[in-house]
C-alpha cells in the first residue's frame, strides 16, 4: 500500500505496487475501475532484461493438469513430475533467451527481442482505485475456499488461519491439523472454487490482505491523495 486516504465525505481510495507474472497483465488491465500505470518492457535494456530473467524469472507456482473450459481442477502433485515440468519450463526460457539474442546480435530492436522474453518476466504496476472498486476485484478474483458452505462471508487463507489458530486455542474441536501454517500450497489449491487464473487469484489475495490490514489517512479539504507522498522531497 502506498497510499491510503480517506476524503472529508467518507470515500477510500487505495493505491497499491504489485509485482505480478507478466502473462496475466491483460486480465488485470481488464478492471476498469481501477487506474494502472505499468512498467515498460520495451522500456528495459536488452541487456538487462536478460539477466532480470536468468537470476528470477516467473515460473507457474502449480501445474494443472490438462482440461477443458477456462479453469481445472486437478493439479500435479508427484513431486518428481513436479520437478520434470519445472524443468521444461526453464529449458523454454533458455531457448527463449538464447533466439533474444540472436535477434538483439542481428541488430534488431529491443521492443521486438523483449517480447520473446515477456512469459518469463515479472512486471510491475501501481494500481489505484475507490474501494468499490478493489471489492469489485476481489469479488472477481480471489480464491474461494468452502470449508464451511454455511459461512458466505470471504476469508482468505491468512483470515482462515486466524479462525482456526483461535479456535484451537479455545479447546473447540475442529477437524483441522493443529499446524494450518503448514499447509502447502497445493492444500490449498484444492480447497480454491475460484474460476479466475491461479496467479491471478493469488495476486489478488495478497492484495485483499494488505487493504484489510491497512488504515486509511483521513485527509482534510484541500488535501490530496499521492502515492509515494512520504517519498517526495
Excluded at 530473467?53 to 490438462?66: G, V
Aim: negative net charge; hydrophobic residues 40%; charged residues 25%.
Amino acid at each position: 500500500i502506498v497510499a491510503d486516504s480517506l476524503s472529508p465525505q467518507g470515500d477510500r481510495l487505495i493505491s497499491v505496487l504489485v509485482t505480478f507474472p507478466r502473462i496475466i497483465l491483460s486480465e488485470i488491465n481488464t478492471h476498469r475501475m481501477l487506474s494502472k500505470n505499468t512498467s515498460s518492457s520495451r522500456a528495459i535494456p536488452f541487456n538487462k532484461m536478460v539477466e532480470a530473467i536468468e537470476n528470477n524469472p516467473f515460473i507457474p507456482i502449480a501445474w494443472q493438469k490438462s482440461h477443458s473450459g477456462m479453469q481445472g481442477t486437478e493439479y500435479i502433485t508427484d513431486l518428481a513430475e513436479i520437478q520434470g515440468k519445472r524443468l521444461m519450463w526453464l529449458a523454454g526460457r533458455d531457448r527463449a533467451i538464447q533466439t533474444a539474442k540472436d535477434l538483439h546480435e542481428a541488430d534488431v530492436t529491443k521492443q521486438l527481442a523483449n517480447r520473446l522474453l515477456e512469459p518469463f518476466m515479472w512486471t510491475t504496476m501501481l494500481i489505484t482505485g475507490p474501494k468499490s472498486g478493489w471489492d469489485n476485484f476481489f469479488n472477481l478474483r480471489c480464491p474461494q475456499y468452502y470449508f464451511e458452505p454455511e459461512d458466505k462471508s470471504y476469508k482468505s487463507k491468512k483470515e482462515w488461519i486466524d479462525v482456526w489458530n483461535a479456535t484451537f486455542e479455545t479447546g473447540k474441536d475442529v477437524s483441522r491439523p493443529a499446524k494450518v501454517e503448514d499447509w502447502d500450497n497445493l492444500f490449498w489449491l484444492a480447497q480454491n472454487k475460484g474460476q479466475a487464473e491461479i496467479h491471478m487469484m493469488a495476486l489478488a489475495e495478497s492484495i485483499y490482505d494488505a487493504v484489510n490490514e491497512s488504515t486509511p489517512k483521513q485527509l482534510k479539504p484541500g488535501e490530496w491523495h499521492i502515492p509515494f507522498e512520504d517519498k517526495i522531497h
